[in-house]
């Protein structure tokens, strides 16, 4: 059954583990101009389109017109948001007490919606949720826990936790391979490519106090490594416009760059007396918008 969200109580942040904790974030909505290359923001018609004391994170498209989100209540239990930008309507997918549901998105053969689920003995593993709201499935029992991951190919390039942390791909269920063991948190597929993108932690340079991570690839399917030049300084979060084209944020500014240059060039600033610093985002080619994640102030 479909409930109603009710802004009395969802919302939701990163995962739950200590490296990546957050303060209360809402989702904001800005209209987009121009493709690729020539992809801009438009400030002056950014508005929250979430606004409580709680979390709202991890925004993703699933369709033309659907976005999906975590979201935690005043007790800090985390469900999945299906938000309709045709219906200004929000819907619960999911609404559990003894688990939550983080970093939802959309799986390659458009039939779930996948989730990292926090189960009731604290084990984080990805879950399948139908479109039909059929009851959740598990995907993978035997790698836990997870914190953030990607599709490609129907298989999960998945952040799991340990020491060291390490970025892996699950080929089969006895054919894990392994990426990388020192990621930040944003694991991306590169549009139109069998590329997994990662920032790297190992490789980075200083810039004004602030960390800039290595952006780096790895090819699913020729296994072959490239790296595509650091990030914008202080951040984690990353996002592909198209395959060419990357969005990264600093406080309130979101800026963009080609993969094959080296400078971020400004796109816009989102300006709020009572939110800051940008970090999840989703953009919509359909909608020529972007929704981002921002903290309270």
Not at 123 to 133: A, E, G, H, I, N
Not at 277 to 288: F, G, H, P, Q, V
Request: a negative charge; charged letters at 25%; glycine letters at 4%.
């Amino acid at each position: 059954m479909k409930i109603l969200y009710s802004f009395s109580f969802f919302l939701a942040s990163v995962l739950s583990f200590p490296a990546f904790a957050q303060t209360a974030t809402d989702l904001w909505v800005v209209e987009t101009s121009g493709k690729s290359g020539k992809f801009k923001i438009l400030p002056e018609t950014a508005y929250a389109l979430t606004n409580r004391p709680e979390y709202d994170n991890q925004p993703s498209f699933i369709n033309e017109y659907q976005m999906v989100f975590s979201a935690a209540d005043e007790n800090d239990n985390f469900d999945i948001i299906v938000y309709n930008f045709n219906s200004k309507k929000f819907t619960n997918m999911s609404r559990t007490s003894d688990r939550n549901e983080n970093s939802p998105m959309i799986t390659d053969c458009g039939m779930y919606i996948s989730a990292v689920v926090s189960e009731p003995d604290k084990k984080q593993r990805v879950w399948l949720y139908p479109l039909t709201f059929e009851p959740a499935e598990l995907l993978y029992d035997d790698i836990e826990p997870v914190g953030y991951y990607d599709w490609y190919d129907n298989k999960a390039a998945m952040f799991v936790l340990g020491e060291p942390n390490h970025l892996v791909y699950a080929r089969g269920r006895n054919d894990i391979l392994t990426i990388d063991s020192a990621v930040a948190r944003a694991i991306i597929k590169r549009p139109k490519t069998s590329e997994i993108t990662y920032l790297s932690t190992d490789e980075f340079r200083d810039v004004g106090g602030q960390k800039a991570f290595m952006l780096k690839s790895f090819d699913i399917e020729s296994a072959e490594r490239s790296e595509y030049y650091f990030g914008v300084p202080g951040s984690q979060d990353f996002i592909w416009l198209d395959k060419n084209y990357l969005l990264m944020a600093s406080g309130n500014n979101i800026y963009k760059r080609k993969y094959t240059e080296t400078n971020w060039e400004l796109v816009g600033t989102i300006n709020s007396d009572t939110h800051q610093n940008i970090t999840r985002m989703a953009y919509s080619e359909d909608l020529e918008i972007l929704v981002v994640a921002m903290d309270r102030k």
